[in-house]
């Protein structure tokens, strides 16, 4: 069975503090995600990457950087935590295949900064 | 660019009664459509997938048909249950390989009382 894991379900950080979101597959798959989710917001992409050391500015990538030093592994940084960074935060990942393939989803981190 | 519009919710439904999600979409050239489906405290998982126009994606009781002259792609469902509670998502799928992304719509919840 696919999987996708997120290191921690829930977190709360404090204003400032520098913040590590983990994100490991077990499919071998190139593409990774990290996504916010918010009410009423729907999912927004924060980067992706399509390679190990690469990566790509997703719709709202101010405020976030990313690091992928391992195919398997896709982390998201946090440098300096804001309350406006408070949401829960949702990795995916995706084979390099032709269009239809589906994005596989980790259960979710719940960021709450004070 | 791409995006997609799907019913605002909340919408609630007694149980067994008939389930319509509308969805909507711009696009360029011919993406692939996707429900997703997120059951509270979880990730999101595939509920159904079409690939080209007149495809209709079917799981567990629930349909939809991607229809390119309307550019929709409805969810249905002729019964619903409680357990049928969850956010639902509609996304749309731009293209293959290593530029693939998901645009996705705002989510509509559904709650279904017994």
């Known amino acids: 069975d696919v999987k996708v894991t997120q290191s921690s379900r829930y977190l709360v950080k404090r204003t400032g503090e520098k913040v590590f979101l983990e994100c490991v597959q077990d499919m071998d798959h190139e593409n990774m995600f990290w996504y916010r989710q918010d009410p009423g917001l729907g999912l927004r992409l924060i980067y992706f990457?399509?390679?190990?050391?690469?990566?790509e500015k997703g719709d709202i990538p101010e405020g976030y950087s990313v690091s992928r030093e391992k195919k398997e592994r896709f982390s998201l940084i946090l440098e300096s935590a804001s309350t406006n960074q408070t949401s829960m935060y949702l990795c995916a990942s995706h084979p390099l295949a032709p269009k239809g393939e589906t994005q596989y989803f980790g259960p979710g981190t719940r960021l709450l900064v004070l | 660019g791409n995006s997609v519009t799907q019913t605002e919710g909340p919408v609630t439904l007694s149980e067994e009664a008939f389930l319509t999600i509308n969805c909507t979409y711009t696009?360029?050239?011919?993406?692939?459509l996707f429900w997703y489906v997120q059951y509270p405290g979880e990730g999101l998982q595939l509920l159904l997938k079409a690939t080209k126009a007149d495809d209709k994606g079917s799981n567990k009781g629930f349909e939809a048909t991607y229809r390119k002259e309307t550019t929709s792609f409805h969810l249905e469902k002729g019964s619903v249950q409680v357990s049928d509670s969850a956010v639902y998502f509609c996304a749309l799928g731009n293209s293959g390989g290593s530029n693939y992304k998901l645009t996705f719509g705002k989510g509509t919840l559904l709650t279904v009382n017994p």
């Open positions: 990457s399509y390679d190990v050391k690469m990566k």
């Open positions: 696009a360029t050239g011919y993406p692939s």
